[in-house]
Each structure stands twice: as C-alpha cells, then as structure tokens.
C-alpha cells in the first residue's frame, strides 16, 4: 500500500502550511488522509464514473487523491482551525500532561480528528496516554465537538480550476 504524501504547498487565506500550528498541521493531514479517494484524482473528480461510484459507495473517500493543503476552502479552512484552538483551549491540562510524555502536538491534531469522526483510532488508544486515564479524557473532549463531514465541490476559481475541500 503506497504511503499517503500530502501536497503542503500553495496557501490558503495567506498562510502557508509551514506556517500553521502543529496540533492544526496535525488535523488537516489526518483530514486528507482520511478522506481521499484513491486512485481518483481532481481532474476526473466530475467524470459520470467517479460520480457514480460516489454515489454507489463502491469508491472510497470523498475528495481526490491529490487535494492538498491549498485546495481546501477558506472558510473551511477557519473553521477547521478554530476547531482545533477551541480543542486546545478546552483540553490545554490534559495537552500539557501528554506532551510530557512521547507524544507532541501534531499526533495530538491527528487525534482529534480521528476520535471527533469515529475513525476507529485516536487518544484512547494511545498507550503513551492510558496512565491516568488521559486517552479517555481526551476522548471525551474531542467527541464533545461532533462529527464532521468533508466534501469536495467543483468550483472554477479554485487554485487547480477543479474544485474546493470543504469541511
């Protein structure tokens, strides 16, 4: 199985990926992650078949293999990271306690993607966190926030003409 390599280049609402917080940087890998459909990239996202499929469930993910950083909407984009200091702001004790451990902010962002979305994954199950019952704390906050969903719609003045991720 090929390695997820996520595209951080480009900007969006004049920031370059390099320039976001860690437990963000974090949650918007784990979001691409999840999401993408192999095999399916932007320039055929629109074609019958790949919609199709879509709709039939029998293609995974619900964005192209190859959207990236800049290719997720600006207003997406704001609410991914206020999400993300909401988190921080709500979780700031049990946060300083992990990162005492070996685990650092951007597994953190990781994490509250993957535990808030269900994907199976996430603080509860990171043996760094089981003392205290820190991963089960964690877990508690990152579900307080609900489930979201990703979507990628075609929209011309996109950065690749083929569409935005929103979230």
Request: glycine content about 10%; charged content about 25%; proline content about 4%.
């Amino acid at each position: 199985m090929p390695q997820f390599e996520m595209d951080k280049t480009g900007t969006v609402n004049g920031m370059e990926f390099s320039d976001l917080t860690l437990i963000f940087q974090g949650y918007v890998e784990a979001m691409l992650f999840t999401e993408n459909s192999p095999g399916n990239c932007m320039a055929d996202w629109q074609d019958d078949e790949v919609q199709d499929g879509l709709r039939e469930g029998t293609i995974d993910g619900c964005i192209p293999e190859d959207a990236g950083w800049s290719d997720i909407h600006p207003e997406s984009a704001e609410r991914m990271q206020l999400d993300c200091f909401n988190f921080e702001v709500q979780a700031r004790d049990l946060l300083a306690k992990a990162y005492e451990r070996d685990y650092d902010a951007a597994q953190a962002g990781r994490d509250f993607w993957f535990t808030r979305n269900g994907h199976g994954v996430g603080f509860w199950d990171r043996k760094e966190l089981e003392a205290d019952g820190l991963g089960d704390a964690l877990t508690t906050i990152a579900e307080s926030f609900g489930q979201v969903y990703v979507d990628f719609i075609a929209h011309p003045e996109s950065p690749t003409g083929y569409g935005y991720v929103h979230v």
